[in-house]
């Protein structure tokens, strides 16, 4: 009741001299809506950031064989091929961290459909577990391969929707046949659209087959290098593990006499893929995968201590970390800068309200003596002041909010509504008004009633 | 028990270091119910006196007893309740808000007592008071577009809203033409008959001093003529009796 009515004689007050209010006012609109648009855009990006990057696969991990090296000369990653499928089932046993993990074997080559060719981008040998861990779990038609398929080398694949699009230009792919390397595949089916990744590179160039039909029956051996012009020189020059599986119609299972099996404790190296793919459990285990990886893996190789490990495990949250941080490095710098004009703005209502207060000391000693408080006065003067800031607020979330719609509009970048930054800036906004109106207030309050009432 | 009671009250200003006595020892009565015009040259201390009894200020030494309380003694805020409910003030430049209308000029007053009314009851009150110094059709109008007495007439609406039992009235005259001013010191003199409320008009115009019942005059800084109020006439408002032979009220 008694702050209605307070609020009112401040409303009274202003409406005396609107134009100066207004003016006054704007500052702040200026000020918050700086704040809200800043803030709107920045947590936009940086929503937009992390979906591009869980659209590459949330928390994933990729583990990739390390280097070899000959005379001091390196051949860089993945030139050994030290990884197997035992590797990838070991890690999800024993790791209680991964939540899955897939195999990838890679080619690149022609697939033909009909009259009509096309390179993807991406041609991965995997298993169904590849979509789970990115994300791909809705498929724009048929089924996924299973299991079954990846034991017995079928011939099916998965293709992406530029692939689609380029081989069958409108049919639907599904039950149809094309060849890659002069194989037959059955499409099974179609992923769902992923778009360009963060780099720019399609996503949706791609096809997916078992693991096991494309090491066994397209490419004939694990490529070290998916530039297949590079395989043979590693092969020939460098004493590495490709030797293993030479040719080009390797046996499903190496042949191994009785007492070979007997003798040869060491698991043996059915096949070699050229990378694994896991997913940790959430972004927070991640350090916990890669330690327990690295650790199943070095005991797995049988790697010493202090030798150094034969892959490398290639972690996305460094790069989510850079540019979330990044993201929000701008906002906060931009937040800086609206919250410098905030304080343009609230020196500007203090400005106004000592003019006020000036002006109307008349006004203050005739409410003193007809029976105003110190507080009272005091009161009236920081209410006008928080009137002001409030008013100003929320003219600036409205502001604020219509300029980042707008940003979204014209220059189409991503705004996300932040409640925190409206909470945030009517909470700033008053406090303005309480910080910077207080002095004028406080000396509206000191003032004496007799003086003031003879002031000219 | 006297309505007013001043006793040896001196008022010394501060300049800096020379003390300058402006009230030397001032001690007067005022009697519930009379109307009193407070005299003076400029200079005399005659607004430093009104200020005391008004509460706007302190003396610095003596006693003011106020309807059997001593005021001297209180601080600040109770000074500024005690103007709320017991004062109202009247002006020589009517002291009205700016673009602000007369019925908002008049509930202003109310919104400092501790809101025991709501805001309707208020504007209900201002209009009744409005109505009552005739003003009843210049509710919405603000103080520019009043003459001056009309101006002054709001001042006495918002001086009464309260229905204080005193209203000190600084020069309520001197902004105004003679035909105006006999017209609001003939208000004053009707609040003061028929209301019933005590009436202490300061000023210097021997004219509006003519209405009073009293001149108390004060002489550089001391009361050089009627201090106090009549003992019979006291003694017969206490008593609830028939009016003392020097008064003109009863008619």
Known sequence: ????????????ALGRNPMRALLTTLGIVIGVGAVIAMMEIGTGSSAAIQKTIATMGANVLLVVPGTAASGGVSFGAGSVTTLTPQDGEAILRDSPAVRNVAPIVRARTQVVYGNR???????LGTTAAFLDIRDWTSLAEGDAFTERDVLNANKVCLIGQTLARELFQGESPVGKEIRVKNVSFRVVGVL????????????????LTPWTTLKY????????NPNQSAAGSTSSSVNTLNKLYPGEAPELYPKQSETQAANTPLPVRFANIDQLLTAARSPEDIPAAIEQISEILRERHRIRDGQPDDFTIRDMTEMTNTLTSTTRLMTNLLLCVAMISLVVGGVGIMNIMLVSVTERTREIGLRMAVGARARDIL??????????????GAAGILVGHGGSRLVEVLLRWPVATSLPAIAAAVL??????IIFGFYPAWKASRLDPIDALRYE | MELIELRNVYKTYQLGDIAV??????????????????????????????NILGCLDRPTSGEYWLDGEEVSVFSADQRAL??????????????????TTALDNVAMPLSYTAGHLSERQARKQARKVLEEVGLEDRLDHEPSQLSGGQQQRVAIARALVNHPPLIFADEPTGNLDSHTSAEVLRMFQQLNEQAGITIIIVTHDALVAKHAQRIIRIHDGLIVEGAYAAGAQAAARRAGSAPAPADSRGA
């Open chain 1, 1 to 12: 009741m008694k702050i209605y009515r307070t609020a009112r004689t401040a409303m009274t």
């Open chain 1, 117 to 123: 060719n096309w390179v993807p981008q991406q041609m």
């Open chain 1, 192 to 207: 769902g659209a992923k778009g360009a990744n963060m780099m720019g590179s399609d996503q949706d160039d791609i096809l």
């Open chain 1, 217 to 224: 029956r397209v490419t004939g051996s694990t490529l070290s």
């Open chain 1, 379 to 392: 009161r009236q003067f920081l209410v006008e002041a928080v009137v002001l800031c409030l008013v100003g």
């Open chain 1, 428 to 433: 700033v906004s008053a406090s303005v008004g």
């Open chain 2, 21 to 50: 006595p402006v009230l030397k020892g001032v001690s007067l009565t005022v009697a519930r119910g009379e109307l009193v015009a407070l005299m003076g040259t400029s200079g005399s201390g005659k607004s430093t006196l009104m």
């Open chain 2, 82 to 99: 005690l103007r709320n409910r017991k004062f109202g003030f009247v002006f020589q430049n009517f002291n009205l808000l700016p673009r």
